[in-house]
Protein backbone atom coordinates (compact mmCIF):
# COMPACT_ATOMS: atom_id res chain seq x y z
CA UNK A 1 0.00 0.00 0.00
CA UNK A 2 1.42 3.33 -1.20
CA UNK A 3 1.98 5.99 1.81
CA UNK A 4 -0.14 8.06 0.44
CA UNK A 5 -3.54 5.99 0.56
CA UNK A 6 -1.89 4.90 4.34
CA UNK A 7 -2.62 8.80 4.93
CA UNK A 8 -6.11 8.61 3.76
CA UNK A 9 -7.05 5.91 5.32
CA UNK A 10 -5.56 6.94 8.54
CA UNK A 11 -7.30 10.29 8.21
CA UNK A 12 -10.75 9.47 7.68
CA UNK A 13 -10.50 6.71 10.39
CA UNK A 14 -9.37 9.72 12.73
CA UNK A 15 -12.40 12.09 11.60
CA UNK A 16 -14.94 9.12 12.25
CA UNK A 17 -13.37 8.68 15.60
CA UNK A 18 -13.92 12.62 16.21
CA UNK A 19 -17.40 12.21 15.44
CA UNK A 20 -19.18 9.23 16.73
CA UNK A 21 -22.40 10.37 17.46
CA UNK A 22 -25.02 7.55 18.52
CA UNK A 23 -28.58 8.12 19.25
CA UNK A 24 -29.53 8.11 22.88
CA UNK A 25 -33.47 8.99 22.39
CA UNK A 26 -36.28 9.25 19.62
CA UNK A 27 -39.27 10.28 21.25
CA UNK A 28 -42.26 12.71 19.93
CA UNK A 29 -40.47 13.44 16.76
CA UNK A 30 -37.19 14.55 18.05
CA UNK A 31 -34.23 12.56 17.67
CA UNK A 32 -30.94 13.25 20.24
CA UNK A 33 -27.57 12.16 19.50
CA UNK A 34 -24.73 12.25 21.71
CA UNK A 35 -21.03 12.50 21.23
CA UNK A 36 -17.72 11.89 23.59
CA UNK A 37 -15.54 15.54 23.57
CA UNK A 38 -11.97 15.01 23.28
CA UNK A 39 -10.45 15.48 26.65
CA UNK A 40 -13.86 16.38 28.51
CA UNK A 41 -15.74 14.29 30.75
CA UNK A 42 -18.92 15.57 29.11
CA UNK A 43 -20.41 15.10 26.10
CA UNK A 44 -22.05 16.90 23.10
CA UNK A 45 -25.88 16.58 22.27
CA UNK A 46 -27.25 17.10 18.78
CA UNK A 47 -30.86 17.05 18.61
CA UNK A 48 -32.55 17.01 15.24
CA UNK A 49 -36.51 17.74 14.67
CA UNK A 50 -38.57 18.93 12.27
CA UNK A 51 -40.98 21.73 12.71
CA UNK A 52 -44.01 22.56 10.71
CA UNK A 53 -43.35 26.80 10.60
CA UNK A 54 -40.94 28.64 8.25
CA UNK A 55 -37.14 29.29 8.67
CA UNK A 56 -38.26 33.05 9.18
CA UNK A 57 -40.75 32.17 11.56
CA UNK A 58 -38.34 29.84 13.37
CA UNK A 59 -35.60 33.04 13.02
CA UNK A 60 -38.11 35.38 14.90
CA UNK A 61 -38.54 33.56 17.73
CA UNK A 62 -34.56 33.38 18.14
CA UNK A 63 -33.89 36.87 18.06
CA UNK A 64 -36.75 37.90 20.09
CA UNK A 65 -34.85 36.90 23.57
CA UNK A 66 -38.07 37.24 25.80
CA UNK A 67 -39.57 34.72 23.81
CA UNK A 68 -36.39 32.51 23.71
CA UNK A 69 -35.55 32.49 27.33
CA UNK A 70 -39.02 31.06 27.63
CA UNK A 71 -38.50 27.90 25.04
CA UNK A 72 -34.72 27.46 25.86
CA UNK A 73 -33.97 24.96 28.50
CA UNK A 74 -32.59 26.26 31.52
CA UNK A 75 -32.69 29.84 30.64
CA UNK A 76 -33.43 32.19 33.35
CA UNK A 77 -32.88 35.12 32.07
CA UNK A 78 -31.16 36.52 28.65
CA UNK A 79 -30.39 40.19 27.31
CA UNK A 80 -28.63 41.25 24.31
CA UNK A 81 -25.13 42.99 24.93
CA UNK A 82 -24.31 44.20 20.96
CA UNK A 83 -24.44 43.72 17.36
CA UNK A 84 -22.04 44.57 15.19
CA UNK A 85 -22.75 43.08 11.72
CA UNK A 86 -24.10 39.23 11.40
CA UNK A 87 -22.65 38.77 15.13
CA UNK A 88 -24.36 39.37 18.25
CA UNK A 89 -23.41 39.35 22.06
CA UNK A 90 -26.15 37.90 24.31
CA UNK A 91 -25.84 37.92 28.17
CA UNK A 92 -27.57 34.52 29.21
CA UNK A 93 -28.06 33.33 33.45
CA UNK A 94 -28.87 29.74 33.80
CA UNK A 95 -31.45 27.91 35.98
CA UNK A 96 -31.20 24.22 36.26
CA UNK A 97 -32.08 21.31 38.46
CA UNK A 98 -30.66 21.25 41.90
CA UNK A 99 -28.40 21.29 42.90
CA UNK A 100 -26.56 22.87 39.86
CA UNK A 101 -25.59 26.03 40.95
CA UNK A 102 -26.94 29.18 38.56
CA UNK A 103 -24.50 30.33 36.02
CA UNK A 104 -24.03 32.75 33.65
CA UNK A 105 -22.25 33.26 30.18
CA UNK A 106 -21.61 35.61 27.14
CA UNK A 107 -22.29 33.93 23.83
CA UNK A 108 -21.62 35.36 20.73
CA UNK A 109 -23.88 34.14 18.13
CA UNK A 110 -23.04 34.48 14.63
CA UNK A 111 -25.78 34.13 11.55
CA UNK A 112 -24.81 32.99 8.83
CA UNK A 113 -27.75 32.70 5.50
CA UNK A 114 -26.93 30.20 2.85
CA UNK A 115 -28.37 30.37 -0.43
CA UNK A 116 -30.66 27.32 -0.44
CA UNK A 117 -32.88 29.46 2.81
CA UNK A 118 -30.74 27.63 5.30
CA UNK A 119 -30.22 29.80 8.47
CA UNK A 120 -27.30 29.33 10.75
CA UNK A 121 -26.23 30.61 13.93
CA UNK A 122 -22.81 29.49 15.31
CA UNK A 123 -22.48 29.92 18.80
CA UNK A 124 -19.53 30.51 21.23
CA UNK A 125 -18.43 32.01 24.87
CA UNK A 126 -16.72 34.92 25.20
CA UNK A 127 -14.97 36.68 27.95
CA UNK A 128 -15.21 39.96 28.98
CA UNK A 129 -18.50 42.13 28.32
CA UNK A 130 -20.06 41.55 31.49
CA UNK A 131 -18.48 41.45 34.96
CA UNK A 132 -18.27 38.32 36.99
CA UNK A 133 -21.04 37.95 39.56
CA UNK A 134 -20.17 36.52 42.83
CA UNK A 135 -23.01 34.38 43.00
CA UNK A 136 -22.70 32.67 39.68
CA UNK A 137 -20.35 30.14 38.08
CA UNK A 138 -19.39 32.11 34.69
CA UNK A 139 -19.17 29.24 31.75
CA UNK A 140 -16.46 30.11 29.31
CA UNK A 141 -15.73 27.64 26.70
CA UNK A 142 -18.93 26.64 25.36
CA UNK A 143 -19.59 26.02 21.22
CA UNK A 144 -22.62 24.93 19.24
CA UNK A 145 -24.41 25.71 16.07
CA UNK A 146 -28.27 25.93 15.14
CA UNK A 147 -29.13 24.90 11.56
CA UNK A 148 -32.20 25.35 9.87
CA UNK A 149 -32.72 23.45 6.49
CA UNK A 150 -36.19 24.54 4.82
CA UNK A 151 -38.01 21.45 3.59
CA UNK A 152 -41.21 23.10 2.52
CA UNK A 153 -43.35 26.33 2.04
CA UNK A 154 -44.20 25.74 6.01
CA UNK A 155 -41.42 23.11 7.18
CA UNK A 156 -37.97 23.25 8.71
CA UNK A 157 -35.60 20.90 10.05
CA UNK A 158 -33.91 22.02 12.76
CA UNK A 159 -30.78 21.04 14.54
CA UNK A 160 -29.67 22.00 17.84
CA UNK A 161 -25.81 21.15 18.59
CA UNK A 162 -24.07 22.20 21.99
CA UNK A 163 -20.69 21.04 23.78
CA UNK A 164 -19.72 23.12 26.84
CA UNK A 165 -17.73 22.73 29.65
CA UNK A 166 -20.00 24.14 32.65
CA UNK A 167 -16.77 24.95 35.28
CA UNK A 168 -17.61 24.12 38.91
CA UNK A 169 -18.66 20.57 39.97
CA UNK A 170 -21.65 18.87 38.19
CA UNK A 171 -23.05 15.27 39.46
CA UNK A 172 -22.65 12.66 36.90
CA UNK A 173 -26.29 12.01 36.54
CA UNK A 174 -27.13 15.47 35.94
CA UNK A 175 -24.44 15.47 33.07
CA UNK A 176 -26.37 13.05 31.09
CA UNK A 177 -29.77 14.59 32.50
CA UNK A 178 -28.78 17.57 30.57
CA UNK A 179 -27.72 16.48 27.65
CA UNK A 180 -30.87 14.66 26.85
CA UNK A 181 -33.16 17.12 28.27
CA UNK A 182 -31.97 20.43 26.84
CA UNK A 183 -31.97 19.65 23.10
CA UNK A 184 -35.83 17.72 24.06
CA UNK A 185 -37.20 20.07 25.64
CA UNK A 186 -35.48 23.13 23.50
CA UNK A 187 -37.20 21.45 20.75
CA UNK A 188 -40.16 20.49 21.61
CA UNK A 189 -41.18 23.66 23.41
CA UNK A 190 -39.99 26.00 20.42
CA UNK A 191 -41.87 23.31 17.70
CA UNK A 192 -45.26 24.25 20.39
CA UNK A 193 -44.63 28.07 19.99
CA UNK A 194 -43.49 27.89 15.98
CA UNK A 195 -46.29 25.99 15.10
CA UNK A 196 -49.17 27.89 17.17
CA UNK A 197 -47.97 31.18 15.59
CA UNK A 198 -47.74 29.65 12.21
CA UNK A 199 -51.53 28.72 12.78
CA UNK A 200 -52.14 31.81 14.04
CA UNK A 201 -50.66 33.85 11.14
CA UNK A 202 -52.56 31.14 8.99
CA UNK A 203 -55.84 32.01 10.31
CA UNK A 204 -55.37 36.03 10.08
CA UNK A 205 -54.38 35.94 6.57
CA UNK A 206 -57.75 35.42 5.27
CA UNK A 207 -59.27 38.71 6.66
CA UNK A 208 -56.23 40.96 5.83
Known amino acids: MSPRYLLLIILFAGIAQAEAWHLAKDEDGIQVYLDEV ?28 RIACKWLYGCASMRLLEVEGDSTWVY ?5 PWPASPRDMVIRVQTE ?9 HLSAVTGKVERQPQLIRVSQLKGLWTLVPKGEQLTEV ?8 AGDIPSWLANQFVIDAPMVSLRTLRAVAERQGAAATQEAPGE
Not at 92 to 96: C, G, P, R
Not at 113 to 121: F, V
Not at 159 to 166: H, M
Open 92 to 96: LTTEL
Open 113 to 121: RRDDGSLLR
Open 159 to 166: TYQLEAEP
Open 38 to 65: PGSKYQRFRGVTLIKASVRTLGDLQENL
